[in-house]
């Protein structure tokens, strides 16, 4: 079987009339120029930068004591290092 000798027995008589459209360029995207506004119900809302660190020496001593004890506790992230916390394992049978 032999091939056509152009493509332009395969094609349509319509197709080769119509004109060649190119296709129209995407136009630039555009950024808004609208500030952003606070919703009505923060505008109460008073945010402060939290530093670095936090000092209790303005702290009465029991406060101090009872903050140092709450930092010192480690909670086991993964389930190989909570297995060998006591802690855990009682909290786990209290559970139960």
Known sequence: MALPPDSSSILPVSSL???????????????T????????????YVSMPFPDFYSSSHLPYPSCS???????IIEPQTYQKAILDSRWIDAMKQEI
Not at 37 to 43: F, I, L, S, V
Not at 66 to 72: E, L, P, Q, T, V
């Open 17 to 31: 009339d119509s004109p060649v459209v190119p296709p129209s360029p995407t136009p630039p995207l555009h950024r």
């Open 33 to 44: 120029l609208r500030l952003p506004k606070q919703p009505q119900w923060m505008q109460d």
């Open 66 to 72: 009872f903050a140092a004890n709450i930092s010192a």
